[in-house]
C-alpha cells in the first residue's frame, strides 16, 4: 500500500528538549515537504526537499531542521522546542507533477 | 505577504445545495491549483487539481473553476451530502519546485 508513515503520532516534550519526528514513504517520490497546521493559519511549508542532499526552507523555518540522506525518509529535527512549536505536523511526499501524499500527522506539545 | 487567500473561513449548505469556496493568488508563476480535503484527524489529502492551460474540470460533484487574468479559482461541490463535511484547502505550486503554498482552509459544514 502506498503510503507515508511518521512517528511519533502524539509526543509531549518540555522546552529545550531535543526531539525527531521521522517520516518515511514507500512511493519512490522524488519530493518531500514538512508542514505545521495551526487553528486559521491553514498548512504552513517548514522544509522541503527536492532530492536527496537537496532541502531548502519554506515558509517557516525557524527553529527546525531537516535532513535528506535516503530518498525515502525525511526526519524532521527539533534541536531546542519551545511551547511556540506546539502545533500538528504533517509530512508529505509528491513526484515531481504535483499530487502530495500526507501521513496521519503528529501532535506535538511542548511545556 | 499571504500569497493564496482563501474564503469562506466556514461555510454552512443544506444537504442537496451547492458549497462554492474561493481563493485568489499572488504569484503568477503558479502553475499547479490542488484542492485538499482534510477528515477530523486524518491527512489532507488531494480532491481535485487544474493547471492554467484549462479554465474548469470537472470530477463527479466536484468541479474547479479557474479565472487566469483575475488570478482567482474555486471549488464548486454539487449536490453537497453531509459526508462532504471537511475542512478545504485550495494550494499553488509550481511544478518541478518543491515550494507549496496552501490557503487558511475552509470548514464545510453540510447539513441533512
Known amino acids: 500500500e502506498a503510503q507515508v508513515t511518521q512517528n511519533p503520532r502524539y509526543l509531549i516534550t518540555v522546552t529545550g528538549k531535543k526531539l525527531t519526528v521521522t517520516c518515511s514513504q514507500n512511493?519512490?517520490?522524488?519530493?518531500m515537504s514538512w508542514y505545521r497546521q495551526d487553528p486559521g493559519l491553514g498548512l504552513r511549508q517548514i522544509y522541503y526537499?527536492?532530492?536527496?542532499?537537496?532541502?531548502d526552507k519554506g515558509d517557516v523555518p525557524e527553529g527546525y531542521k531537516v535532513s535528506r540522506k535516503e530518498k525515502r525518509n525525511f526526519p524532521l529535527i527539533l534541536e531546542s522546542p519551545s511551547p511556540n512549536q506546539t502545533s500538528l505536523y504533517f509530512c508529505?511526499?509528491?513526484?515531481?507533477?504535483?499530487?502530495?501524499?500526507f501521513g496521519p500527522g503528529t501532535r506535538l506539545t511542548v511545556t | 505577504q499571504q500569497q493564496v487567500k482563501q474564503s469562506p473561513q466556514s461555510l454552512i449548505v443544506q444537504k442537496g445545495g451547492i458549497s462554492i469556496i474561493n481563493c485568489a493568488y499572488e504569484?503568477?508563476?503558479?502553475?499547479?491549483f490542488p484542492w485538499y480535503q482534510q477528515f477530523p484527524g486524518k491527512g489532507p489529502a488531494l480532491l481535485i487539481a487544474?493547471?492554467?492551460?484549462?479554465s474548469e474540470k470537472k470530477e463527479g460533484r466536484f468541479t474547479i473553476s479557474f479565472n487566469k487574468s483575475a488570478k482567482q479559482f474555486s471549488l464548486h461541490i454539487m449536490d453537497s451530502q453531509p459526508g462532504d463535511s471537511a475542512t478545504y484547502f485550495c494550494?499553488?505550486?509550481?511544478?518541478?519546485?518543491?515550494?507549496?503554498?496552501f490557503g487558511d482552509g475552509t470548514t464545510l459544514t453540510v447539513k441533512p
Open positions: 508529505a511526499s509528491s513526484s515531481r507533477h504535483g499530487e502530495q501524499y
Open positions: 512511493m519512490n517520490h522524488e519530493y
Open positions: 526537499s527536492m532530492n536527496v542532499e537537496v532541502t
Open positions: 504569484n503568477t508563476a503558479f502553475d499547479y
Open positions: 487544474i493547471r492554467p492551460d484549462v
Open positions: 494550494a499553488a505550486s509550481m511544478e518541478n519546485a518543491g515550494k507549496s503554498t
